[in-house]
């Protein structure tokens, strides 16, 4: 069974850096794209960053420049490292990855539990 844990989450104050971590655990036979969205109280859940297999990143403008994400293909581990925290970054951080299950099977979407990101002000 795949699994998607996310770890690194946290309160930090305005300014302040955080890095959350996602690992792919169980028997799959290759990942896609990675990428992190986040859900802010009361709201939708929303895009924060994705990656490509080879690396190819992309952000919405509300944390470009702020946000990094990035792979480790070995490791099948996702990283997303978030400076200069505002307190409208607060949300569960959800990490998502397409996974294929075998050679000839396609992709689908995993999501993992979530991980709590609070800025204070």
């Known amino acids: 069974q795949v699994q998607l844990v996310e770890s690194g989450g946290g309160l930090v104050q305005a300014g302040g850096s955080l890095r959350v971590s996602c690992a792919a655990s169980?028997?799959?036979?290759?990942?896609?794209?990675m990428g992190w969205y986040r859900q802010p109280p009361g709201k939708q859940r929303e895009l924060v960053a994705t990656?490509?297999?080879?690396?190819?990143?992309n952000y919405p403008d509300s944390v470009n420049g702020r946000f990094t994400i990035s792979r480790d293909n070995a490791k099948n581990t996702a990283y997303l490292q978030m400076n200069s925290l505002k307190p409208e970054d607060t949300a569960v951080y959800y990490c998502?990855?397409?996974?294929?299950?075998?050679?000839?099977?396609?992709?689908?979407?995993?999501w993992g539990q979530g991980t709590q990101v609070t800025v204070s002000s």
């Open positions: 990656i490509t297999s080879g690396g190819t990143t």
């Open positions: 998502n990855a397409e996974i294929r299950l075998s050679r000839t099977g396609g992709y689908r979407d995993y």
């Open positions: 169980g028997r799959f036979f290759s990942i896609n794209a």
